[in-house]
C-alpha cells in the first residue's frame, strides 16, 4: 500500500499527528477540524508503517453508530476487512472483557445486562422488599445515587456516610439492590465499567495480558470520559509498551451533568508520560459565517483551553434567525424550508432538526407529517411512543371507553397502588370465563366480594378514579379532560417524584401532550366522534407510523446531544430561547450557563453550509402560554453572521429584540389575518389570532378570546373583523 494516501487528504498538522512517532499524545481541537478523520488516518498508519497489528489496536468512540462508522472508514482505507479489532464505546468494550472474563470478574457465564428501565424496576422492588415508601425514597434518585457512586468506582463499602442518617439508608438500599444482582448474575450500565474496572485491579496477569496486547488505544470524544472510564485507561495504559492518542474539545464538554469530567483532559497531561499536544486549528466543516457565529458565541465561556478555527471556504450564506410568533409558526417554517431544500434537488437525509428537550419534538413532528415528509428520531422514540404518554393515553382510552383492556392493563397499577399479579390474573381469568371486558370482570369481583382486602380496595379505589375521571370530563374540553386525567390518577405525581433528568422529560411530556391536545383540530372524516376518540385515534395512527426505514430519505430529528461528532449540510436549532436554551434550570447551578453554551456550540457547528435558528415568541409550556425573548446565546451572535428571515409585526405583545424592530406581514395566504392580529366576534368579543389551517373556504383560524379562551373558527362562517 502507498503510504502516502493516509497522508494526502491531511493538513500540516493532521498529518503531525497521524505520523507521530509512537508516544502519548494529546489532539485538543475544535469541532470539524478533523479530529475524528486523524484518528482513523492514525489507526491505518499504525498498521501500514508501525506495524502494529488490528489484533494490538483499541479503539473508543462515544456512541455505537460512531463506532461502526469508524470501523467502515477504516476498512475502506485499508481496502480489507478488520475484525479482529476492537472498536466500541467503553460500555461495548467492558461487556466484551466481562464475557471474556467473566470467572475472574466474579460473574456467572450468562450474566445479563440490565438496561436503565430494568434497573429502576429492580429498584423499586427492592424498595418494597425493604418496607421504603418510594414517597421518601424515590427511585429514580435511588438509580441515579447508585449510578453515580459507579461512576466515581465506589461500592457501599467505600461510601463515607458520615453518620447521617439519609446517606446510610442510600448506601443500604444500594447495597441490596447490588446483592440481588449479584444473586441473579445482573449487570447494569455502570456496572459494567466498574467491574471491568475491578477486574484488571484484581487479576493483575489478565490486566498484563491486556497490556501487552494493546500496544494503541485511541479514544475520541475523550472530553467527555467520566472518572471510572479515566482510571480504567490509565490502568490499561500504565504498562511499557501502550501508547494512547486522545482527541477531544474542551468546549464541547456536554455531559458534565452525568459524571463527565472535562478536566481529565489536564489530568491526562499530568498522568501520562510525556504526552505531546497537537492543536488543529483549520476547519473543514462549516462555512465562514457558521464557524465566526460558533466562535464568538463560545468565546463568552471562561476557563478554556482556548483555540481558534478558521476555515478556507468562503463566508457562506448568513445564518438565517427565524422568529416565530408562536411554536407552530415556527415548525411550520421549518418545514417550509426543507420543501425549498427538496425541490432544489437535495436529499431530506443531509438535513437535521436539533432541540433541547424531546418534548420539543412533538409539534416539530406533527408539522412535518402534516406535509408527509418522512423523518428519523435519533437516540430516542416518537412522541407518541413515550411511556409516560402512553401511560396518560390509557387513561384517556379508559374514560372514552373502558372495555379496552391494553388500557387498563397499562394502567391499572401505574401509578402503583397496590394491584398485584394475583389480582390482576383472577380479573383476566373472570374475563375469559364471562366474555367480557377486564373493566367489567373487575365491577364483577367487586360486587361479589370475589376480592378480599387490600386487593378489594384496590380495584374499588381504581374502579372509583375511572368513573369519576369520566364524569368529571366528559363536558370538559379536551386539553382538560387530558389534564385532569395526567393529575388526578397520579401519573404526574409519579413522574414528579422520581425527579432527576430523565423524569423531567417525562413531565415535558406529559404537558405537552396537554399542549397537543389544546392544539388538536377534529378531522373532517372525523366529526361525527367525540374530540376525544378523534385524538385517541390521531395518536395511534401517528404511533402506529413506523419510523421512516433505515435506507429511506428522511429528516433527522435529535437532540444536540444525541448530535454530538455528526454533521449535516443543513440545520436547524429549534427553540433557541431564553427559558428553553438555555433551559430555565440553568441558573440554578454553578457551571450549568457554561455547559449550556458549549451544547449551543455543539449545535451551530454541527451545520456544514447553511444554518437556521429559529425561535418561537410564545410557546405553550407546562399547559401555560409562555412569552420569551430570543436565547441569549443568539444575542451572542455577531450581527455581521446573521439575517432576519422574515420580520413581523408583533402586535400587542410585550416582545422586545432586536429581531422584532420591523414591520411587515405573514397573512395567511388569501385570509387577510395574521398571526398576532387582534380580532373581533360577534359572540366572543376581541380576542388575537395564534394559529391557522387550510386555506380559502376551508380556513380555520385559532382565536384566544379575552373572555372565552381558545376556539377553532371556520373563517368563512365566523364573521372575524379587525379589532
Ligand atoms: N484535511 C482535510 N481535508 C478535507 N476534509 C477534511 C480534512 N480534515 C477533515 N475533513 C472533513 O471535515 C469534516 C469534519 O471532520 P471530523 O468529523 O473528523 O471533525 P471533528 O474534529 O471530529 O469534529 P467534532 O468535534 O464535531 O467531532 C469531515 O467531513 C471531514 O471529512
Ligand atoms: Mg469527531
Redesign the pocket.
Known amino acids: 500500500m502507498d503510504v502516502s494516501r493516509l497522508l494526502d ?3 500540516d498538522k ?1 498529518r503531525e499527528a497521524v505520523a507521530a512517532p509512537l508516544s502519548n499524545a494529546l489532539v485538543l ?12 488516518h492514525r489507526i491505518a498508519w499504525l498498521m501500514e508503517v508501525e506495524n502494529i497489528t488490528p489484533f494490538s489496536i483499541l479503539a473508543v468512540t462515544f456512541t455505537n453508530k460512531a463506532a461502526r462508522e469508524m470501523r467502515g472508514r477504516i476498512e475502506s482505507l485499508m481496502g480489507r476487512s478488520l475484525h479482529n479489532m476492537w472498536i466500541g464505546t467503553f460500555h461495548g468494550l467492558a461487556h466484551r472483557l466481562l464475557r471474556a472474563h467473566h470467572a475472574e470478574a466474579g460473574l456467572p457465564e450468562n450474566f445479563q445486562i440490565l438496561d436503565s428501565d430494568d434497573q429502576y424496576r429492580l429498584i423499586k422492588r427492592i424498595l418494597k422488599a425493604m418496607n421504603l415508601d418510594e414517597k421518601h425514597w424515590a427511585p429514580r434518585q435511588v438509580q441515579w445515587y447508585i449510578n453515580g457512586n459507579k461512576d466515581e468506582g465506589l461500592r457501599p463499602q467505600h461510601i463515607e456516610t458520615h453518620g447521617d442518617h439519609i446517606q446510610k439508608k442510600m448506601r443500604e438500599i444500594y447495597a441490596a439492590y447490588q446483592d440481588a444482582c449479584d444473586r441473579s448474575g445482573l449487570v447494569d450500565f455502570a456496572e459494567l465499567l466498574l467491574r471491568a474496572h475491578e477486574l484488571w485491579a484484581k487479576n493483575p496477569d489478565v490486566l498484563a495480558h491486556y497490556q501487552r496486547r494493546f500496544r494503541a488505544v485511541l479514544v ?2 475523550f472530553q467527555d470520559t467520566n472518572n471510572i472510564q479515566y482510571a480504567w485507561l490509565r490502568m490499561l495504559c500504565s504498562g511499557d509498551t501502550n501508547n494512547i492518542m486522545i ?1 477531544g ?1 474542551d468546549d ?1 464538554s456536554i455531559y458534565g451533568w452525568r459524571g463527565a469530567n472535562v478536566d481529565n483532559i489536564q489530568h491526562f497531561l499530568k498522568d501520562f508520560d510525556n504526552p505531546t499536544t497537537v492543536r ?1 486549528e ?4 462549516s462555512t465562514g459565517n457558521i464557524l465566526k457565529a460558533a466562535n464568538t458565541v463560545i468565546d463568552n465561556n471562561t476557563g478554556r483551553l482556548g483555540k481558534e478555527l478558521w476555515t478556507e471556504d468562503g463566508q457562506g450564506e448568513l445564518i438565517s434567525v427565524y422568529a416565530g410568533f408562536n411554536e407552530l409558526d415556527e415548525a411550520r417554517f421549518i418545514v417550509s424550508k426543507i420543501k425549498d431544500w427538496l425541490h432544489q434537488g437535495n436529499a431530506l437525509k443531509d438535513t437535521a432538526i436539533l432541540y433541547r428537550n424531546n418534548a420539543q419534538s412533538r409539534v416539530l413532528e406533527e408539522a412535518l407529517l402534516h406535509e408527509g415528509i418522512a423523518y428519523r428520531i435519533y437516540g430516542g422514540l416518537r412522541f407518541f411512543e413515550r411511556q409516560e404518554i402512553k401511560d396518560a393515553l390509557g387513561y384517556l382510552r379508559m374514560i372514552n371507553h373502558p372495555h379496552d383492556d391494553a388500557a387498563f392493563e397499562r394502567v391499572v397499577n401505574t401509578p402503583s397502588r397496590g394491584i398485584g399479579e394475583k389480582t390482576l390474573s383472577q380479573v383476566r381469568e373472570t374475563a375469559r370465563a364471562h366474555n367480557c371486558s377486564m373493566w367489567q370482570a373487575s365491577q364483577l369481583l367487586i360486587n361479589e366480594k370475589a376480592l378480599k382486602g387490600r386487593a378489594l380496595n384496590a380495584m374499588q379505589s381504581f374502579a372509583l378514579l375511572i368513573s369519576e375521571l369520566e364524569q368529571a370530563t366528559t363536558e370538559a374540553p379536551l386539553e382538560e379532560q387530558a389534564d385532569v386525567a395526567i393529575r388526578q390518577s397520579g401519573l404526574y405525581a409519579m413522574y414528579q417524584a422520581e425527579r432527576g433528568e430523565k423524569a423531567q422529560a417525562r413531565l415535558e411530556n406529559l404537558e405537552e401532550l396537554v399542549t397537543a391536545c389544546k392544539q388538536f383540530i377534529v378531522p373532517e372524516e372525523a366529526e361525527e366522534m367525540t374530540p376525544l376518540s378523534a385524538f385517541l385515534a390521531h395518536a395511534s395512527l401517528e404511533a402506529g407510523e413506523q419510523q421512516a426505514d433505515k435506507d429511506q430519505d428522511a429528516v433527522q430529528m435529535m437532540t444536540i446531544h444525541t448530535a ?4 449535516f449540510p443543513l440545520v436547524f436549532m429549534a427553540g433557541v430561547e431564553e427559558g428553553m436554551f438555555p433551559s430555565q434550570m440553568t441558573n440554578d447551578e454553578p457551571g450549568r450557563m457554561e455547559e449550556e453554551r458549549r451544547l449551543c456550540y ?1 449545535g451551530m ?2 451545520a ?1 453550509q447553511k444554518l437556521y435558528i429559529t425561535y418561537a415568541e410564545s410557546r405553550r409550556l407546562y399547559g401555560q402560554d409562555k412569552y420569551h425573548t430570543a436565547s441569549r446565546f443568539i444575542k451572542e451572535i455577531p450581527a455581521d453572521c446573521v439575517e432576519e428571515v422574515r420580520l413581523r409585526t408583533t402586535i400587542s405583545r410585550p416582545v422586545h429584540n432586536r429581531f422584532s424592530q420591523a414591520t411587515s406581514h405573514a397573512s395567511f395566504e388569501d385570509t387577510g389575518f395574521q398571526l398576532g392580529q387582534r380580532v373581533v366576534h360577534r359572540k366572543f368579543g376581541e380576542g388575537i389570532v395564534l394559529n391557522y389551517e387550510g386555506s380559502g373556504e376551508h380556513a380555520r383560524v385559532q382565536v384566544n378570546f379575552d373572555e372565552f379562551g381558545t376556539k377553532w373558527l371556520v373563517l368563512a362562517y365566523a364573521k372575524l373583523e379587525q379589532a
Do not use: C, F, H, P
Open positions: 487528504e491531511l493538513n493532521q481541537a475544535g469541532a470539524g477540524s478533523g479530529k475524528t478523520r486523524v484518528l482513523v475520541d470524544e482527541v474539545d464541547q488543529l483549520q476547519n473543514y466543516r454530538k461528532g455528526l454533521e455543539v457547528t454541527r456544514m
